[in-house]
């Protein structure tokens, strides 16, 4: 069974740091793209970074410079390296599983495998 399951979130102040990760249970293939999504309070689920399974990155604009997406294919771990935190990155991050993209969308409908989230919550 393939289950997908985040940690390392939690709560930090304006201009932290976190690293959150998602270890990939079950999960064989290995072409297809990963992502991390987020949905703050009263908003839609938007993409933050992908991965595809020959390293290609995307990020969205207000995540560009300060996260930085990995993947350890050996472990089957996603990686997020978060950093220069900012309130308004509080929070639910998901990690994403979908198919082989050039490059990773950062789109709901591309990604057919979700986790369950890990709360990040950013204090100003």
């Known amino acids: 069974q393939v289950q997908l399951v985040e940690s390392g979130g939690g709560s930090v102040q304006s201009g932290g740091s976190l690293r959150l990760s998602c270890v990939a249970y079950?999960?064989?293939?290995?072409?297809?793209?990963m992502a991390w999504f987020r949905q703050a309070p009263g908003k839609g689920r938007e993409g933050v970074a992908g991965?595809?399974?020959?390293?290609?990155?995307s990020y969205a604009d207000s995540v560009k410079g300060r996260f930085t997406i990995s993947q350890d294919n050996a472990k089957k771990t996603l990686y997020l390296q978060m950093a220069s935190l900012k309130p308004e990155d509080t929070a639910m991050y998901y990690c994403?599983?979908?198919?082989?993209?050039?490059?990773?969308?950062?789109?709901?409908?591309?990604?057919?495998?979700w986790g369950q989230g890990t709360q990040v919550t950013v204090s100003s």
């Open positions: 991965i595809n399974s020959n390293g290609a990155t």
């Open positions: 994403a599983a979908g198919g082989y993209y050039r490059i990773p969308p950062l789109t709901n409908a591309a990604y057919k495998r």
């Open positions: 079950g999960y064989t293939s290995t072409t297809d793209a």
